[in-house]
């Protein structure tokens, strides 16, 4: 089992940024691609962004890209988000998600949750 604890979240104005992370227990999460998804009210929950197990390879929605950064610490078994120009639209619960080795870019891929944490962009 791996238990994943999501932080950094809040409320910032338009343009501006936030750092989430992930803090994974449990298991040691180096042999596990990580990511992380995001749902807006009354929205399915969608992909943000994933990074396998060495940091090699990332990859984005096309709705954050060059905007949002995806990055892990496997000694720390931390992983997060760097979200600069941060837009209304933007506004959701973040999970951070993980799954054993394979790559992943739908919920129903994902093996373990976050509790998620809030972000809310104003204009």
């Known amino acids: 089992q791996v238990q994943l604890v999501e932080s950094g979240g809040g409320l910032v104005q338009a343009g501006g940024s936030l750092r989430l992370s992930c803090a994974a227990s449990?298991?040691?999460?180096?042999?596990?691609?990580m990511g992380w998804f995001r749902q807006a009210p009354g929205k399915e929950r969608e992909f943000v962004a994933a990074?396998?197990?060495?940091?090699?390879?990332?990859s984005y929605a096309d709705s954050v890209k060059g905007r949002f950064t995806i990055s892990r610490d496997n000694a720390k078994n931390t992983v997060n988000l760097q979200m600069n120009s941060l837009r209304p639209e933007d506004t959701a619960i973040y999970y951070c998600?993980?799954?054993?080795?394979?790559?992943?870019?739908?919920?129903?891929?994902?093996?373990?949750w976050g509790q998620g944490t809030q972000v809310a962009v104003s204009s």
């Open positions: 998600a993980a799954k054993y080795w394979l790559l992943f870019t739908s919920p129903s891929e994902v093996s373990y």
């Open positions: 990074i396998n197990w060495s940091g090699g390879s990332t």
């Open positions: 449990g298991r040691t999460i180096s042999n596990y691609v």
